[in-house]
Nanobody, 118 residues
Framework: QVQLVESGGGLVQPGGSLRLSCAASGSFGSIYRMGWYRQAPGKERELVATKTSGGSTNYADSVKGRFTISRDNAKNTVYLQMNSLKPEDTAVYYC????????????WGQGTQVTVSS
């Protein structure tokens, strides 16, 4: 099993920055992909950014150039540096881990609120 614990959310003004962290713990082998998804009120959960253990990244178009995902494979930790935040970035951000076992397993954190408002 994989347990994910997020930290770093909060309230920030438009144009500001936040850094989210997510640490994976438990008894498991390798994690292929770690990343972040978000869900705003009344909307579906959407991908923000992911990074594989090999270093490949994927970003939503809406965050390209503003957000940067990084990962420490040895610590099973993933980070999301968010710059130039906009009100439309307001959402609950969820950490995700994907393992290539069976037909694939997804694990989710409990979520951390990010609010961008003046």
């Amino acid at each position: 099993q994989v347990q994910l614990v997020e930290s770093g959310g909060g309230l920030v003004q438009p144009g500001g920055s936040l850094r989210l962290s997510c640490a994976a713990s438990g008894s498991f082998g390798s994690i292929y992909r770690m990343g972040w998804y978000r869900q705003a009120p009344g909307k579906e959960r959407e991908l923000v950014a992911t990074k594989t253990s090999g270093g490949s990244t994927n970003y939503a178009d809406s965050v390209k150039g503003r957000f940067t995902i990084s990962r420490d494979n040895a610590k099973n930790t993933v980070y999301l540096q968010m710059n130039s935040l906009k009100p439309e970035d307001t959402a609950v951000y969820y950490c995700n881990a994907y393992r290539r076992i069976d037909s694939g397993r997804n694990y989710w954190g409990q979520g951390t609120q990010v609010t961008v408002s003046s």
